[in-house]
């Protein structure tokens, strides 16, 4: 079977440079087309596809940087290297910040330009194949609105699968932030019902005078102001999944009332003693524990039995780090659609942050986080800066002494000063754990002045220790 070659195509108004670079890179292997202006560039670009281009700056008509932005317009992962004769920093960067993979200055080497070529013809090739693979991993991140492929969350997906189909009472537990009410969403979702209501009622921010006729319902007259009958929420669920959020803040007269209803799927409206009928399948969730609540009197041990036929329970997400990353990427996939702003990808250095950090707030902090990330980026990476983690650093970095910073994460992007600061702040802490707290014998081991050190933790906000 033979494998296509890669096609490159040379932009160059030297016809010596265009007929040199064709027949170096034909001899390499490569199928080559050449250009002898932009203008002509850029029309062979809308018409063919190309693995690669090598494109001189100035061009005669239009500048090679309009190519560039033609060939990433046109083609995003089209792979262009720039070379000139007349090399500043200004178009190197200018040059890089519109999506060229590397700028050779004239005269190059010839093995250096064909080693470039080769690795990011190679790099071309993984990165197709990683696009797949994340394609692929996707799929699999995902159950429903649920993301994430930790051991943990495979076994929540797998119990949804099992009670689904069923009428069973589900009460899920966890910490604020989790995700309770999707995966309440989820069970309705996978099962017969899932055309028909799912109604959520939060038991804890509903007034307790009004608590009862919500969910029950009215008849006319009942009280002042009930001019009219009114379907409470479980009648309007009929047929559906009712999702009682918090149910460990009813109170007791509440709970005997929704006892019943849970027992024998009947209830009464306030002012009348006709009782109503439901098909319902009733999921509960609580941020409460629940048995330590029934031990001290606060909730109905029978109605706790009865809700409680399947437990699910959460983790929260310092307990499931290895869904953060899906997680962050699910996120900012969502906002960055919302705020119509191409960010794709959120760097190595800010993910490895983020996974120092407990998120007390869990999922739902996570997606607060991104969402102002987004709107705070001004590129197309969200980097730690856009995170803002230059407010909270000191409170979210944990164990940063035994951080190790990788080179290769430049090409990703980093914040040099994060970085640097963070350093810093590790060498001064552990320099004061080794003095006892003493400044003095800190600033020796650091090889410092006192005054010098003194200045270090007051900016990084060491000043606990003693002269």
């Known amino acids: 079977m033979n494998q296509k070659l890669p096609h ?43 693995d690669l281009i090598l494109c001189d700056i100035r061009l005669g008509d239009i500048s090679g940087l309009d190519v560039l932005r033609k060939a990433k317009t046109v083609n995003p992962n089209t792979i262009v290297i720039m070379i000139s004769a007349y090399a500043t920093a200004e178009n190197a960067v200018e040059a890089m910040n519109d999506g060229a993979y590397d700028y050779l200055p004239k005269p190059f080497d010839n093995k250096e330009l064909k080693q470039t070529i080769a690795k990011a013809l190679d790099l071309r090739t993984l990165f197709d194949e990683k696009k797949s693979l994340d394609v692929e991993l996707k799929k699999n ?106 149910i460990g803040e009813l109170s007791p007269t509440m709970q005997v009332k929704l006892l019943r209803v849970v027992q024998e799927r009947v209830f009464k409206p306030v002012g009348t003693n006709e009782d109503i009928a439901v098909d319902i399948r009733i999921v509960s969730a609580t941020n409460k524990k629940l048995e330590e609540e029934v031990i001290a009197g606060n909730f109905r041990e029978d109605l706790f039995y009865r809700i409680n036929v399947v437990e699910i329970k959460v983790p929260p997400l310092r307990d499931r780090k290895g869904d953060l990353r899906a997680l962050a990427q699910h996120f900012l996939d969502k906002y960055s659609r919302e705020s119509g702003k191409e960010i794709t990808k959120i760097s190595s250095y800010a993910v490895d942050l983020l996974q120092k950090y407990n998120f007390p707030g869990n999922i739902r902090e996570l997606e607060n986080l991104i969402e102002r990330s987004v709107a705070l980026s001004n590129t197309n990476i969200i980097l730690p800066d856009s995170l803002s983690l230059s407010i909270h650093k000191r409170r979210w970095i944990e164990g940063v002494e035994n951080q190790r910073y990788d080179i290769d994460d430049v090409e990703n992007g980093v914040s040099l000063d994060n970085i640097l600061e963070e350093i810093e702040r590790a060498y001064v802490d552990k320099a004061l754990k080794c003095a006892r707290g003493n400044k003095n014998n800190a600033s020796d081991l650091l090889d410092i002045s006192l005054r010098s050190f003194r200045y270090r933790c007051s900016k990084l906000g060491v000043d606990k220790s003693s002269e």
């Open 8 to 50: 490159i195509l040379i932009v160059d108004d030297e016809l010596s440079m265009r007929e040199f670079l064709e027949l170096m890179l034909a001899k390499e292997g490569y199928q080559v087309s050449c250009a002898e202006n932009g203008r002509m560039a850029n029309k062979k670009i809308g018409k063919n596809f190309y």
């Open 141 to 246: 991140q995902h159950f429903g609105s649920l993301v994430g492929n930790s051991p943990r969350m495979q076994h929540i997906y797998e119990l949804i699968k099992q009670i689904a189909p069923t009428k069973t009472n589900v009460l899920i537990t966890g910490e604020s932030g989790t995700g309770k009410e999707l995966i309440a969403l989820s069970i309705h979702r996978e099962s017969d019902r899932r055309d028909k209501p799912f109604i959520v009622i939060n038991c804890g921010s509903i007034p307790e005078t009004l608590i009862e006729s919500e969910i029950f319902g009215y008849r006319k007259g009942a009280f002042t102001g009930a001019s009219q009958d009114k379907k409470g929420l479980f009648e309007v669920a009929n047929s559906g999944t009712v999702f009682l959020d918090e």
